[in-house]
């Protein structure tokens, strides 16, 4: 299978971790913090430059000025998400993003005020939604509703989902899932999420933190009314790399959305005129706030163009090859001291598998890393991994398996 893979090469793109005797580490924590490009430099480099060089004209004068340079990142965003490139937008973080997402679309009223959750949500997700329901002076016992599997079952299953929001729908004000759960890999179906939701007059939005440049996303079409994400998971930005949003064009114009407004989201064309009154400028760019950090932006670009010339078709059809054997090879060895899981249907989840191991797991997953097989422990039970395309191959998790089985 590596020897017939077309994306093969693209593992040469990227600083692979090595063990201490200079062995290259089996890294599939790319859901957690993608590996480097490296190219990532020369683009942080080139910035570092132009400050030396020009200092505060480089926000006109650079090669990539910045005053626009953000837009270096629009396109290849908006077709990685599926989306307009209007609807796009790289800025801030993940959970500050989220907030400003909800100050727009989350308006509760005393007859609909709930946000719907998963169970298990990602914490800051919960800690985020928890104080928004207070800051409007409801009550998360009562506000906050949580999408919870059936006895004996760790995923949701989408009749369950949709059967909620039937019989809830009226009292809720928002729904909020991640597209892919952090914890158990799920992928959930957003285009019938969001039918189902709208069609009982809920705003939807999606957090997307373990979906983007992990499966395909067709945005616009399934037309949530937004969606927030970070780049340093799968999309390899860096460390607190700049997040996402996605904003669908039917709001971008709606300029009476209340929103926290910042100078960098006002009309551009006037933005210099430094007037007191804030014109939001169209499209998801209305939402910006501050000047863009232009040094967190800088990596992603290295990262974007790989993912432009990989594909993500191509990608996905490795991730699905990889994934499933992995859940082949472990299947090989039956043991009642783990289980998978993450679905078993391949479009059900993406690169991702948790496996949850009956008991020592931390201990398992802490020999593992010291032999340079690096996954992620989720306390209480689950152990995270996740073969990414662009630089895991099918020996990545052909020896993983083998050090894992070893070490059970
Ligand atoms: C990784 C992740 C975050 C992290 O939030 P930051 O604001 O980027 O620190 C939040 N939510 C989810 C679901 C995540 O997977």
Redesign the pocket.
Known sequence: MDARDPLAHFRDHFCVLKTKHGEDCIYFCGHSLGLQPKTASSYLEQVLRDWTGLAVEAHFHAQSPWISYHRLLTQQTAALVGAEPAEVVVMN????NLHLMMVSFYRPTTQRHKILVERG??P??QYAVKSQIHFHGFDPATSLMELTPREGESCMRDEDIEALIDREGDSIALILL?GVN?ATGQVFDMAGITKAGQGKGCAVGF?L??AVGNIPLRLHDWAPDFAVW?N??YLNGGPGCV?GCFVHERHTSALDLPRFAGWWGHDEKIRFQMGPDFHPTPGAEGWQVSNQPILALAPLRASLEIFAEAGLERLRAKSVSLTGYMEFLLHQQPSTKFSIITPPDAARRGAQLSIRLRRDGRTLCDRLAAEGVIGDWREPDTFRVAAVPLYNSHQDVYRFVQGFLAAL
């Not at 973080?93 to 500050?96: D, F, G, K, V």
């Open positions: 973080s993940l959970t500050l949500a990602f800051s997700d991640g952090y957090d933190a373990h970070c340093y998971k997040g």
